[in-house]
């Protein structure tokens, strides 16, 4: 009897993450589908931002926070492939979040498939922002 309640309870606990994880997921692929520049995946090598002179500590802290939520997003959105959601959206937001070598290229490979592209730039259009131009 003591499996069997362990058993449901974990499942709720399961339903829950993946309910959360889902919506997050849309929430941040809203927010850097629209934040992107449109120009963002024509040029061959990742574009540099200025950096902003923030303490050493709070940038490692920072990085690795990042870093942790991107991976939390790819493993989300490798399992949404399967189950229900937005599995390449969410991959597509957890790799923008990440920082890892070799990340700008596959960036730009994700946003050569159509459907990512056609999703990104539907979200685009419904906030007024000009389409990404294609790798």
Known sequence: ???VDCK???AVVLAVFSV???VGSLFLAFKIATAIPPDYFKYPN???PDSEGAPKSAGIVCKVSRNCAGVVLV???IAMLVLPGQGL???FSGLMIMDFPAKYRLERRLASISSLLKALNAI???VGRPPLNPP
Request: hydrophobic share 50%; glycine share 14%.
């Open 46 to 48: 990742a574009p540099t």
């Open 8 to 10: 449901v309870g974990w």
């Open 20 to 22: 959360l994880t889902m």
């Open 1 to 3: 009897m003591f499996g």
């Open 89 to 91: 959206l969410t991959i």
């Open 75 to 77: 493993a989300a959105g």
């Open 124 to 126: 685009r259009r419904k």
